[in-house]
């Protein structure tokens, strides 16, 4: 693993040979101070447009101010500092996208991603054991949903296909918004963005720069269906023209009471704890350096799915990143105005120990992937012709792995084991992209773009061969090197047309691609499903999908909303298929099928008076596997939210009454049907009532309460491993200083 850390020392160079040479040519612009605003394209921060960070929620006495901080003209734009692609706003995009903004974050109150994210329009959060969380997008997940953390991909070499914990090791105490884009997105960020992409945007000082300025928050949260306690301490200041945000995080979670009479569930408990800085320097005016460390660990994450028979436990689960940044605005020069440049160092570790109860064996193994990534942006404002913006982003994965079996007694060593990942396999991408933004008439608003990406692996599976050509004697398993190579290239395009200043007409079509990884290829994976295992199939091609989509987007005095429809066809769909059994275990391999998907989401919210908002969701998906013709696994239910929510201004109060509403889902793949997370006749309707209620109880104290599951009704997320809570009363206190 010395490699990796070599290049990156070598990519921080460079990073800070282009700063100084940046800096000797700042151009001097307009300081102007930065005014109170809860939206991230409403900010105006005093150098850098492109430092997006909302930060917490000022008291507003305004009502009109709180509701219009949620506009979709005003939510979007500026380019390049968090990950954002795209100037436009979330009314003039042609694509589906929202922000789940600081304050709705503050009102949720989560303790973890799940709790932050579900219940987002056309998104389902499935979790195979407390402490998970998969975002499914379009009826995807896992591999096939691109999640980004301030513009740097969480996605590596060994993400598994479908449900996986990955989502759940950031801390929620951290995160600033949450941008959520629906549908293929290859052309803007490469391989995996084929349901979509999800931006999580961490936490900066609000003041961004101004002198002598210090301030913090301290967050205690207790759930009473589990027990749980989250705790967080974070401070943020100003020294000079630079300055930071600091914090930390504790979490400690029981057992898990579910609805009506099922109980606490067995193995659901749990443990958490991080810690994360974030450092701005203005070298110059329109100049800036950002570095930022991150660390999330998890501890005792069983997979309770596998209860009573099967000990699975993940510990630790663990993430850390660090990445540094450079921006420069208002740059003269022929090529671009606007440049960032990003080196980053990302690692995730996942170590468990296995343990089948009716046997003495303990399997104990681990894998560790390093990943290197370099970014860099341009965009250049065209006047009358629109904007370009174009880049490169380069990463470089490097795992680490092994697996042995112990004596559960002893602790005695038995034998090593194949593990889940070959050892040293390495995985790399690269790619190139440019999009045009503009204005084709005072109506019709255009955005396309082109992409090259080029992919490579380079691993040592363990493949079990016929090397007698004599089907009555077993295969032999051997070490296969392989190297392939995939390249794509990817468009797309979209149209936004103005049918009145309130109503948007949008369509788009887009390209999506994602190349084998290696836990396509490469992994021999025994922990899948209860008793499953995959072995490699070195021979996969890459998905290639094309959706086309056509919407609706509102923005009234007293309404917003937006309508999709989409539909989406994928070449190539890596998909699971029965490849025999070893004992007691099923095994899988992965092989290519063409898959259909297509569905309708709807978002919006009508205010009845100053206070007073109606708002709701629905989404709606149909996925079929064309050559197996029958369902595509885990493709999520119709799904519904509808609350009224009031926000009192004068009294700095807030309460919010909902519904969360799923159908019964009995469209089911032969995976489904074999897995004990799904009943065999479909996963059960259901429908939650909750209730949350907040207050500033002074001027730097805050209160909240959310009942959640108001009748305890007994109920599962769609091919989770853990039920839905019972009623619980969710307590938290926020004081700032």
Known sequence: MHAPRIFLSRLLLLLSGVGLVMVQRPLVAQQQDPPVTQSPSDQQPTVLPETVIQGRPRPDDDPESIWSAGDLSRQGGPLLNTGRRSLRSLLDDPLHRTILSQRELLERAPSDMLQALEREVGVTVQRTQRGAASPFIRGLTGQQVLILVDGIRLNNATFRAGPNQYFNTIDPGMVDHIEVIRGPQAMLYGSDA??????????????????????????????????????RLNVEGTIGTGSYFAGAGYGNFNDLDRGGELGRQPWTSYGQHSGDIKLSYLLAENRMLTVSLQHFVQQDLARSDRFPTRLTVFDPQQRSMGYVRYIATEVAGPMFDRLSVTASYHRQREASTDRRLNTSNLDIGEFDTETLGLLVMFSRDLADLGRLTYGVDIYYDDVDAFKNRHDASSGAFLSQLTPQFPDDGIYQQTGAYLQWDTDLTDRLGAVSGVRFTRISADATPIVNIDDDNNPATPDVPTPLPINPQFSDWSASAGLNYRLRDDLHLVTSFSEGFRAPNLDDLAATNNNVQQSAADIPNVNLQPERSTSYDVGLKWEQQDFRGQVFYFWTDIDNMIVRAPAGSVGTDTLFSRVNHDAHLNGLEIGGDYRLDDSLTAYGNMSYYHGVDQEAAEPLSRIPPLQVVAGIRRRDPGSRSYIDFYTWIADRQDRLNFQDLSDSRIPNDGTPGYATFNLRLGKMISEREHISLELENLFDKDYRVHGSGVDGAGFSANIRYLRQF
């Open 194 to 231: 084929i349901g979509g992409v999800i931006n999580v945007v961490t936490r900066s000082n609000q003041n961004l720069l101004g002198g002598g300025f210090f301030g913090g928050e301290w967050i205690q949260k207790f759930s009473s269906a589990d027990l749980g306690y989250y705790g």
